[in-house]
């Protein structure tokens, strides 16, 4: 499932694309995603300019002229692919998008899963879309701050791990670096998130922010070769401290593995947890 950093890298690969430049034709291969697709997608964003890509959360904004926006949210399994102008391209399985741009590149949307989303709204919706309303601060962003971060753990009887995925706690962290920075911060995943104070929690903003600022670096430095890779964004090779490590030794500890276990893997909320019990208390 593409995390953040993935959405991200997804986000800057568009961008040299699509800024500036305009749609001239829309061919939708199925009705739907997750949700209907935008009805008269070609219509509504013809002959409007691409101002810029942001992200809020794991959705990608394209704003157009007019404070339209076109969402795209890659879901479990989505993939874009970016095809240029005259280059030569053969409609995949999965393919359910084509926009073509006025340049004569191609944005192409795969998603074998399908539970991904394309649609539209206004800028003025942003916070209001049913979409977005839930939505916390970005981690990246300044909102997320400690004395943020102490407010919204204060009540929570949930475990730290737990409410670092609840969205409107703070969007966008996912399973993966929720383990990563929980690693990375000594704090163990299962504890009550109101025990969470003063110092820890401002080390946690400190490395959430780390985990995921390094994971969209390396995604960055993927993308300078994704045209080789034909023109498919958005998935790269992560090198991880915990997650996905049960039972290896963790980078700061010396132990015996043989008789520590190493890395343990525990479920919590139907999700798996990776941690250091030696490191993590
Ligand atoms: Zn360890």
């Given at each position: 499932m593409?995390?953040l950093?993935?959405?991200?890298?997804v986000?800057?690969g568009?961008?040299?694309?699509?800024?500036n430049?305009?749609?001239?034709k829309v061919?939708?291969?199925?009705k739907?995603?997750?949700?209907?697709f935008?009805?008269?997608?070609?219509?509504?964003?013809?002959k409007r300019?691409i101002?810029s890509l942001?992200?809020?959360a794991?959705?990608?904004l394209?704003n157009?002229?007019g404070?339209?926006?076109?969402a795209?949210?890659?879901?479990?399994?989505?993939?874009?692919?970016?095809i240029?102008s005259?280059?030569?391209y053969?409609?995949?399985?999965?393919?359910?998008?084509?926009m073509?741009l006025e340049?004569g590149?191609?944005?192409?949307?795969n998603d074998?899963?399908?539970?991904g989303?394309?649609?539209?709204?206004?800028?003025?919706?942003?916070?209001?879309?049913a979409?977005?309303?839930?939505l916390g601060?970005?981690?990246?962003?300044?909102?997320?701050s400690?004395?943020y971060?102490?407010?919204?753990?204060?009540?929570?009887k949930?475990?730290?791990k737990?409410?670092?995925?609840?969205?409107?706690?703070?969007?966008?962290?996912?399973?993966?670096?929720?383990?990563?920075?929980?690693y990375?911060?000594?704090?163990?995943p299962e504890?009550?998130?109101?025990?969470i104070?003063?110092?820890?929690v401002?080390?946690?903003?400190?490395?959430?922010?780390?985990v995921l600022?390094?994971a969209i670096?390396?995604?960055g430095?993927?993308?300078?070769?994704?045209?080789?890779?034909?023109?498919?964004?958005g998935?790269?090779?992560?090198?991880?401290?915990v997650?996905?490590?049960?039972?290896?030794?963790?980078?700061d500890?010396?132990?015996?593995?043989e008789?520590t276990?190493?890395?343990?893997?525990?479920?919590?909320?139907g999700?798996?947890?990776?941690?250091?019990?030696?490191?993590?208390?």
């Amino acid at each position: 499932m593409p995390e953040l950093p993935e959405v991200e890298t997804v986000m800057r690969g568009l961008t040299p694309v699509m800024l500036n430049n305009k749609v001239s034709k829309v061919k939708l291969y199925r009705k739907d995603l997750r949700v209907p697709f935008p009805k008269n997608m070609e219509g509504r964003l013809a002959k409007r300019s691409i101002l810029s890509l942001t992200r809020r959360a794991k959705y990608i904004l394209v704003n157009f002229e007019g404070g339209v926006v076109l969402a795209i949210h890659l879901g479990m399994s989505g993939k874009v692919t970016i095809i240029s102008s005259g280059e030569r391209y053969d409609i995949q399985k999965h393919d359910h998008l084509v926009m073509t741009l006025e340049d004569g590149s191609r944005i192409i949307y795969n998603d074998p899963r399908r539970f991904g989303m394309i649609f539209m709204f206004d800028e003025s919706e942003l916070e209001t879309h049913a979409a977005f309303k839930h939505l916390g601060p970005e981690p990246l962003g300044n909102k997320f701050s400690a004395p943020y971060l102490m407010r919204a753990l204060k009540n929570k009887k949930t475990s730290i791990k737990q409410a670092l995925l609840d969205q409107r706690v703070v969007v966008g962290v996912g399973n993966i670096y929720a383990c990563e920075a929980l690693y990375q911060a000594k704090i163990n995943p299962e504890k009550q998130a109101s025990t969470i104070k003063g110092g820890k929690v401002e080390e946690l903003v400190s490395v959430i922010r780390d985990v995921l600022a390094r994971a969209i670096k390396a995604g960055g430095s993927t993308l300078k070769d994704y045209r080789h890779a034909d023109g498919e964004l958005g998935y790269f090779q992560h090198n991880f401290t915990v997650y996905d490590r049960k039972g290896l030794a963790c980078k700061d500890c010396n132990c015996n593995i043989e008789k520590t276990g190493g890395i343990q893997r525990i479920v919590q909320g139907g999700r798996s947890t990776f941690y250091c019990p030696r490191q993590q208390k």
